[in-house]
């Protein structure tokens, strides 16, 4: 059976069960290798977001009621569907995201396990008993937040979508789904249509792609009271400065500028085979790629040398036809912002050592070697396969560069004393630390989250993180008979 069908869900929207035509349009999903379109996908208007939070809080009163083998079950076959589907799905993520194939089966791979995680959650334990000095039973209880908004990019949209989704359907929730306008088919539809054969009743996840003013329709609208954003932090800041206003949770998972820190005991080949596939895997759109490459003095020149010829050997290209390591940047604006960036960084002084150089959205990987502090390919996220790399002298200085940046999401370090990796990375404030490891992992039932500029901590992965994502807390207490009162 094909899940994807152009003919089914070509220029509609999905609200209450059906796809309808949005009242935004439609607009293409383009190919970026290639550019050509793939199918004209449908945009939502904020009349179409206040239809679909209306149908989801209808629909989500029924399933909070579920019993919860009956929930678990519908996460499980998810999972499953999209073990069934997944070369076809890959394909879409390929072609419309610029995947290469390893990452698209990857995305894959993480999409179900978080279904199968997700499935856990119905059952799990979903409050406390309480001590109280009267006479009654106290509780407090987890329950639905209801109705939960969630915002999801281009750059690895299955993953950063259900990572969402998934839970917050299991804790018995209704979801709104804004993927980006570019990568719908992957982002949206492919959910919708998995959760469709999956069993999902209807009205329970709604698809409303759009641009800013769909998102903000969401953010704002009544019958929303969780979002689940993630994005740049430029959007975030937004987002969570709004949902503050209206007076709901926002969790925010950003952007990052990781620090790859490479110690004097290090061996610099498996350091730089590691550095490779944190900077240039997905052409560096990862917002846990290792942007700063800081690295002991001692083997500094070494491991540019080889970071540089490791640059050079790698093949860029149409991701669907054939085998390349790196596939095409997202659009022009991405990339004319990222070519921007490096001649900013050259132009202040950095060594331009490989890259720098693009054809169409191809992008070569590039190093940088000792760009000025204050370059903004250095300090900033780049979101593109550039990779800027600084020496340091001891330990003291690297936490010092390391911190030196609003950003906290990922670390790696790789070093031959693993317990004095740990020991420096508690002086390093991110969310995500690997020793001996680069900075781009990801597994469902792991916490997930940055801070600083990176956004609100931890709101994805295993029970605890999931479960404050997306309930209330509300307490109960119950009496035998009604209390008495002096007045």
């Not at 059976?1 to 949005?22: E, K, S």
């Not at 334990?125 to 006479?135: A, C, D, I, K």
């Not at 916490?447 to 999931?466: D, I, L, Q, W, Y």
Request: charge should be negative; glycine fraction near 12%; include cysteine.
């Amino acid at each position: 059976m094909t899940l994807l069908d152009p003919q089914d869900f070509a220029g509609r929207i999905h609200v209450d069960g059906a796809w309808v035509p949005g009242g935004g349009g439609t607009t293409p999903s383009v190919e970026p290798a290639t550019g050509a379109t793939l199918v004209d996908v449908g945009l939502a208007d904020e009349a179409d977001v206040a239809r679909a939070a209306e149908g989801a809080a209808t629909a989500q009163r029924a399933w909070a009621a579920t019993p919860h083998p009956a929930r678990a079950a519908v996460l499980r076959r998810a999972g499953q569907l999209w073990e069934e589907h997944a070369e076809e799905i890959a394909g879409w993520n390929v072609r419309e995201v610029g995947a290469v194939p390893p990452l698209a089966g990857f995305a894959l791979h993480v999409t179900a396990a978080e279904c199968y995680e997700a499935a856990a959650l119905p059952s799990a334990t979903l409050g406390s008993v309480l001590s109280s000095e009267e006479p009654r039973l106290s509780f407090a209880q987890r329950v639905p937040v209801g109705v939960v908004g969630v915002i999801s990019p281009f750059n690895v949209p299955l993953i950063l979508g259900i990572r969402a989704v998934a839970p917050a359907l299991a804790l018995g929730n209704a979801v709104l789904l804004k993927p980006d306008p570019r990568t719908v088919v992957t982002g949206g539809v492919t959910m919708v249509r998995i959760f469709e054969e999956a069993g999902l009743p209807p009205g329970l996840l709604q698809l409303v792609p759009g641009g800013g003013d769909v998102g903000q329709a969401l953010v704002t609208e009544p019958r929303v009271r969780v979002i689940a954003f993630t994005g740049s932090t430029r959007a975030g800041r937004s987002v969570g400065e709004l949902a503050g206003k209206h007076l709901k949770r926002a969790h925010l998972e950003l952007g990052g500028n990781s620090a790859f820190l490479v110690r004097h005991d290090a061996d610099v080949d498996e350091a730089v085979n590691l550095a490779t596939w944190g900077s240039f895997l997905h052409q560096g759109q990862i917002c846990m790629t290792v942007g700063r490459h800081l690295v002991h003095e001692s083997l500094y020149a070494s491991y540019v040398d080889k970071l540089t010829a490791k640059a050079e050997s790698m093949h860029v290209g149409d991701p669907a036809a054939g085998q390349v390591h790196l596939g095409p940047l997202i659009d022009e604006t991405q990339r004319d912002r990222v070519h921007g960036l490096v001649e900013d960084a050259v132009a202040k002084g950095a060594e331009l050592r490989a890259g720098g150089t693009y054809e169409g959205l191809f992008y070569r990987p590039t190093v940088l070697a000792n760009p000025p502090r204050d370059a903004a390919a250095y300090c900033d996220e780049v979101f593109g396969p550039v990779a800027s790399v600084v020496p340091f002298r001891d330990d003291d200085e690297a936490v010092q560069l390391a911190t030196d940046t609003e950003y906290g999401l990922s670390l790696g370090i790789v070093t031959a004393d693993a317990m004095a990796g740990y020991e420096l990375a508690q002086r390093i404030p991110t969310g995500i630390v690997h020793i001996n490891d680069q900075t781009v992992n990801d597994e469902a039932n792991a916490p997930f989250g940055g801070v600083g500029s990176s956004g609100t901590g931890s709101r994805h992965g295993g029970v605890e993180a999931n479960v404050e994502a997306f309930t209330e807390t509300r307490w109960i207490t119950v009496r035998r008979r009604p209390g008495s009162y002096p007045f």
